[in-house]
């Protein structure tokens, strides 16, 4: 009998599980048709077959009397000896064959009360019918139970298959889980590096804008950490995150940098992987706005239609140089390979073909980066 896969938590040693009788009743239902089905066959080998005497409705009420009761006696041999255990095959056929005449005996006895015939007058027929109806039964009883057996024999590696099939699929979690981690550790330390440098100097040369670079690193550091530990964050946390790191940079760079976070209200609960804007951030300052005299804007948006949520990071630094077919060359996007193939290859892992990391040109300069991936209900 096939059952669903159980949690594991739920599974409890041989020893502790009871048989109770819903799963008797219910062993019973799933075996029902099969057993009447067997039952029909004696029927119609009796009838037509042997050619007895007694009408094919006769037939068939003493074919299930004594099918059910072979039945019967099967299932209590096999409770009282092995209850939950597996029984040896060859001990348990040669036991379904020694009770088979108590089966056809019991189910006779019961047939002949249901047409009110005399018992004696049911036994006394001849040898020949008398061993041939026993020989048949017996011979229908080790079908039957060896049919049972590789159903449930088959139940039993349909069992085995499902664990482990979730064993493995426990196994490839955890795998693709770390794969994540790895990506998501996959950040470059510059920035951290350059922002302490210019914190030293700020200590002593401006206080109050030191002050304000530690508590923006302050947060920044808190967000990261708990995004790199997270599977899921929100957009909210996400956008906090790209804000503190914005403001950094900014403090760093003065007027040559200014940039705006927009979230709609809608979307702040939004859930969404962790830390896939940062790589998109740093690559526009590293090769947008950094290399550009004037400096620019950096303007991260987010945006849902109902099937798709699109992340969006536009700035107006020197941008990139774009072939006939729409495309950025090679030379251009040199340095961008580590940021852009750690989001693709994420994406690619999380949400498979449907999710897309795209690059255009920005109006009416620098570059805008697009995420999309399909549309996750919120959990909260």
């Not at 950490?225 to 804000?243: G, M, P, W, Y």
């Not at 990071?313 to 961008?336: F, K």
Request: proline content about 6%; aromatic content about 8%; overall charge neutral.
């Amino acid at each position: 009998m096939t059952t669903p896969p159980i949690p594991q938590s739920t599974i409890r040693p041989a020893e502790d599980q009871k048989a109770c009788p819903e799963t008797h009743l219910q062993k019973f239902l799933q075996d029902l048709p099969r057993l009447l089905l067997i039952n029909i066959i004696c029927t119609l080998i009796v009838t037509y077959v042997m050619r007895s005497n007694s009408s094919i409705f006769e037939s068939w009420v003493f074919s299930n009397c004594i099918g059910f009761s072979c039945y019967a006696l099967i299932r209590i041999i096999q409770h009282l000896f092995w209850r939950t255990r597996k029984p040896q095959p060859v001990v348990f056929f040669l036991a379904c064959l020694l009770i088979t005449p108590l089966g056809f005996a019991a189910g006779a006895t019961l047939a002949a009360a249901i047409f009110s015939y005399p018992l004696l007058s049911v036994f006394s027929m001849q040898w020949t019918y008398f061993s041939s109806f026993i020989g048949l039964t017996m011979v229908i009883s080790l079908i039957s139970v060896w049919s049972f057996w590789n159903k449930a024999k088959m139940a039993e590696l349909a069992a085995q298959a499902e664990a482990e099939k979730a064993k493995s699929a426990a196994i490839e979690r955890q795998a693709l889980q770390a794969q994540l981690q790895m990506l998501q550790a996959q950040i470059e330390p510059h920035m951290l590096f350059n922002t302490l440098a210019n914190l030293q100097g700020l200590i002593t040369l401006d206080p109050p804008r030191a002050q304000h670079m530690l508590s923006q690193l302050i947060v920044y550091l808190r967000n990261t950490l708990s995004a790199s530990r997270a599977e899921h964050t929100t957009l909210q946390k996400e956008f906090a995150l790209i804000e503190a790191y914005l403001e950094l940079l900014a403090i760093r760079m003065g007027k040559r940098l200014t940039y705006n976070v927009e979230l709609p209200a809608g979307l702040r609960q939004q859930p969404i992987p962790p830390m896939l804007l940062q790589p998109l951030v740093e690559n526009a300052i590293k090769h947008g706005i950094e290399p550009k005299i004037d400096g620019g804007t950096i303007d991260v948006t987010a945006e849902d239609d109902g099937h798709f949520l699109y992340l969006r990071v536009s700035d107006t630094g020197l941008g990139l140089s774009w072939n006939d077919d729409g495309l950025p060359t090679a030379d251009s996007t040199t340095g961008l390979h580590l940021g852009n193939a750690n989001i693709k290859e994420r994406l690619l892992v999380l949400f498979g073909p449907a999710a897309t990391l795209t690059l255009t040109a920005n109006e009416p300069e620098g570059t805008r980066a697009c995420i999309s991936i399909p549309h996750i209900n919120p959990t909260s």
